[in-house]
T-cell receptor, first 114, second 118 residues
Framework: AQSVTQLGSHVSVSEGALVLLRCNYS??????LFWYVQYPNQGLQLLLK??????LVKGINGFEAEFKKSETSFHLTKPSAHMSDAAEYFC????????????FGPGTSLSVIP | GAVVSQHPSRVICKSGTSVKIECRSL??????MFWYRQFPKQSLMLMAT?????????EQGVEKDKFLINHASLTLSTLTVTSAHPEDSSFYIC??????????????FGDGTRLSIL
């Protein structure tokens, strides 16, 4: 069975500082991995995804994530935080055997301090 | 793009009322749509998978007679909360996926519906 853990339910960074949101997964087959962002009272917006190929994936809004199979991780980073990055971030996993079923992590709330 | 529209964005109604929520894919056809429920400060919980022209597949513990799902066309799925009670108050989010099921296609989400039952 697949699962996703996100270390740190809440992360605070200063504006301009590095953003690092951690995600670890478990999957018995090669995973497909996603990061979504959710602003208050809104749905989820896809930031980036990894399916196959290059393990460093670039997404929207300056975010990127690296798939590390040996560490079963898919951490999300951004070099310089903006105030507008404050939101809830969800890591998610699926695979070719699960078809449409996507397992979401518990989420990490990011605060950006001016 | 892949735009999913969800309506209404907020509903407040009395206990015992039935409430219908619509989810539309505006610029693509979605053979599969998904309905999630999200409690405050928590992750998304998949309620059911909605397939166009067939019965929805409900997750364990979700009452199919309570949460009626209809997916009559490739661009529209509806969730009806029947005889809603205060414990049904929650944030409901739909999503839709482009293409055939293969696990690697991302889901595109609506903006959610905040349901409050008095």
């Amino acid at each position: 069975a697949q699962s996703v853990t996100q270390l740190g339910s809440h992360v605070s960074v200063s504006e301009g500082a590095l953003v690092l949101l951690r995600c670890n997964y478990s999957s018995s087959v090669p995973p497909y991995l996603f990061w979504y962002v959710q602003y208050p009272n809104q749905g989820l917006q896809l930031l980036l995804k990894y399916t196959t190929g290059a393990t460093l994936v670039k997404g929207i809004n300056g975010f990127e994530a690296e798939f590390k199979k040996s560490e079963t991780s898919f951490h999300l980073t951004k070099p310089s935080a903006h105030m507008s990055d404050a939101a809830e971030y969800f890591c998610a996993v699926s695979d070719k055997t699960s078809y449409d079923k996507v397992i979401f992590g518990p989420g990490t709330s990011l605060s950006v301090i001016p | 793009g892949a735009v999913v529209s969800q309506h209404p964005s907020r509903v407040i109604c009395k206990s015992g009322t039935s409430v219908k929520i619509e989810c539309r894919s505006l610029d693509f056809q979605a053979t599969t749509m998904f309905w999630y429920r999200q409690f405050p400060k928590q992750s998304l919980m998949l309620m059911a998978t909605s397939n166009e022209g067939s019965k929805a597949t409900y997750e364990q513990g979700v009452e199919k007679d309570k949460f009626l799902i209809n997916h009559a066309s490739l661009t529209l799925s509806t969730l009806t909360v029947t005889s809603a009670h205060p414990e049904d108050s929650s944030f409901y989010i739909c999503s839709a996926r482009k293409g055939s099921p293969a696990g690697n296609q991302p889901q595109h989400f609506g903006d959610g519906t905040r349901l409050s039952i008095l």
